[in-house]
């Protein structure tokens, strides 16, 4: 158990050095071995407790297959109901914290998570098959964006604070003092996310958004990696504990039963979802939470194929360029990326066919990898089928299948028409496959894009003699898709203020949403107006005292603020 908290000083190998601006951090200490360093125990964490159950299962290397110890304990009704009690009994004192004692909780848990060192590292590699220096990455990205929506925090910006003061002299009625601001919607329900085991799981994003609204959060742990979990969630009970959050601001619950999810969306106590995974899986939550006497939003990213458009002049001047960055955005982690391009659309000619035989040429020279799971890599292969059955005419795949979940890539191209025939050519096939649609005229192109369904990313690769094309295909592809590039490829999601990773259906449940970036923050927040309100009774931010300090519009017009 975590004892009264010392601050970490220059010689402490713990030590965390943070930027320029940020706060310095108070981190745990322990009366023998630092339990950050400890074995892994195969605990749920339940708020503040530990809990194991007889219920037991293991995680499986995707590389050599095998189960890896320790085994870890399955939450049931009860490891459940406990977790929710204690989320709901911490969402009024949790929210009540200034923003910047959020923050804080945010900045520790990114420094408790550095803390961890390569020990996090080697269990997600174990468990998932990925480079160490791919997950050395995502961690960073991971502590990153904990921090910019800790930052966001102390903004304000995301408080959308309104004021319409009072006009009593006006006719035909007077006007009363109105006042709006945003609160967090409840406990949080976030789902661990299988190809982010760090960046979109235990304190992924959606948790960093929902953590930061406000919201008390109750994970259910991808059951693919529960090691990282426990490491990462030990790091969120350490943070929780250094800054003094409320007990049940956070808890863990592992488990392979598909009915523990269900069962959490179901809980009342349960206000929002955050859900990263399968299509089919985030309709079954989205009817669950539908179902309920009091339904309940799901923010669900599903299913994308990323459509790629090549223009006539950028495939002229650069096809065999553009194959070789495409293979490569294709295969990048064994394909099972959210934004991996699956679909290539272009004119038929000279320049596609460069294209499609350099595409094919640097397609067979990548070597086989192994993808994060026996199922991932079972529907890879029936995604494959798919595509075969349905008429697509596979031009190359990768070198020869390795052993266990090995994956080879595989280019497939089919005629415009047989896709619009056939729409199930469009749906994804999750890994390292893509199908390039050839099209006769530009009306058909369009057509093709019109079928295609809520996407991800749509990117164009175009030339400046290009644009009056562009220009035509962009309102198309505004409606299909969350973010559109430009000659640059899909896979890599910057997390930033303007990022939009979201789309229409079947790219995530609510196209008005993003899951990277500070808005993704909006997803657990709703606004509450103050009429005829006391300036005692008003919350501190809408107070006059506290108001000038952050960015607002007062009868209209937007003041930005200023800080203390």
């Avoid at 904990?146 to 966001?152: G, I, K, P, V």
């Avoid at 795949?397 to 089919?414: E, I, P, T, W």
Wanted: aromatic letters at 6%.
């Amino acid at each position: 158990m975590v004892t009264p908290a010392r601050t970490a000083t220059a010689g402490d190998p713990r030590a965390i050095i943070l930027r320029a601006g940020e706060p310095s951090l108070s981190l745990p200490t322990f009366e023998q071995e630092d339990e950050i360093h400890m074995a892994l125990t195969g605990e749920l964490f339940i708020g503040r407790a530990r809990r194991s159950t007889p219920r037991r299962f293991q995680a499986i290397d995707p590389a050599r297959g095998g189960p890896i110890e320790p085994a870890f304990s399955a939450a049931g009704a009860e490891e459940l109901d406990a977790a929710c009690a204690l989320a709901h009994a911490a969402f009024d004192p949790y929210r009540s914290l200034p923003p910047a004692r959020r923050a804080e909780f945010l900045d520790a848990i990114a420094a408790q998570i550095l803390a961890q060192g390569e020990d996090l590292l080697q269990r997600a590699h174990a468990e998932t098959a990925l480079p160490l220096a791919r997950l050395e990455g995502e961690r960073a990205r991971t502590v990153g964006q904990l921090r910019l929506f800790a930052a966001e925090l102390r903004s304000g910006a995301w408080l959308g604070l309104r004021v319409d003061p009072a006009l009593p002299e006006r006719q035909p009625l007077p006007r009363p003092d109105l006042r709006q601001r945003k609160i967090p919607c409840g406990p949080v329900a976030v789902f661990g996310a299988s190809n982010f085991p760090l960046a979109f799981s235990v304190a992924g994003g959606d948790s960093a958004a929902a953590l930061a609204a406000g919201c008390p959060i109750v994970v259910k742990g991808h059951p693919a990696h529960p090691g990282t979990s426990e490491w990462v969630a030990r790091a969120i009970v350490a943070a929780a504990a250094a800054t003094e959050m409320p007990e049940g601001v956070f808890s863990l619950l592992n488990g392979p039963d598909v009915a523990l999810g269900t069962a959490l969306v179901a809980d009342p106590r349960i206000r929002a979802v955050a859900f990263t995974g399968s299509r089919a899986a985030g309709v079954a939550l989205m009817k669950v939470a539908a179902g309920r006497p009091e339904p309940i939003a799901v923010f669900a990213e599903m299913s994308s194929v990323n459509p790629v458009i090549l223009l006539p002049a950028a495939l002229a001047s650069r096809a065999g360029s553009l194959a070789k960055e495409f293979v490569a955005s294709l295969t990048l982690g064994v394909g099972q990326f959210c934004t991996n391009p699956g679909i290539v659309v272009a004119l038929e000619g000279e320049g596609l066919s460069t294209f499609i035989d350099a595409a094919a040429e640097a397609l067979r020279a990548v070597q086989p990898g192994v993808m994060l799971s026996e199922g991932i890599h079972r529907n890879y292969t029936q995604g494959l089928e798919r595509l075969a059955g349905e008429g697509a005419q596979l031009l190359a795949q990768g070198a020869a299948d390795g052993a266990g979940n090995c994956a080879r890539a595989a280019l497939f191209s089919v005629p415009a028409g047989s896709l619009l025939a056939h729409p199930a050519l469009a749906e994804e096939a999750f890994g390292p496959a893509s199908l390039v649609v050839r099209c006769a005229h530009v009306r058909e192109a369009q057509q093709v894009i019109e079928r295609l369904e809520g996407q991800l990313t749509a990117t164009l690769q175009m030339e400046e003699a290009d644009q009056p094309l562009a220009r035509q295909l962009l309102p198309a592809l505004e409606r299909k898709a969350g973010r559109i590039l430009i000659n640059s490829w899909p896979t890599g999601v910057e997390v930033c203020h303007a990022m939009v990773h979201g789309g229409p259906f079947p790219a995530t449940s609510d196209g008005r949403s993003t899951s990277v970036g500070t808005l993704a923050i909006e997803r657990f927040l709703r606004p509450v107006c103050y009429q005829g309100f006391p300036d005692a009774l008003l919350p501190a931010e809408l107070r006059a005292a506290q108001l000038p300090r952050w960015p607002h519009r007062f009868d209209g017009e937007l003041r930005l603020g200023r800080p203390d």
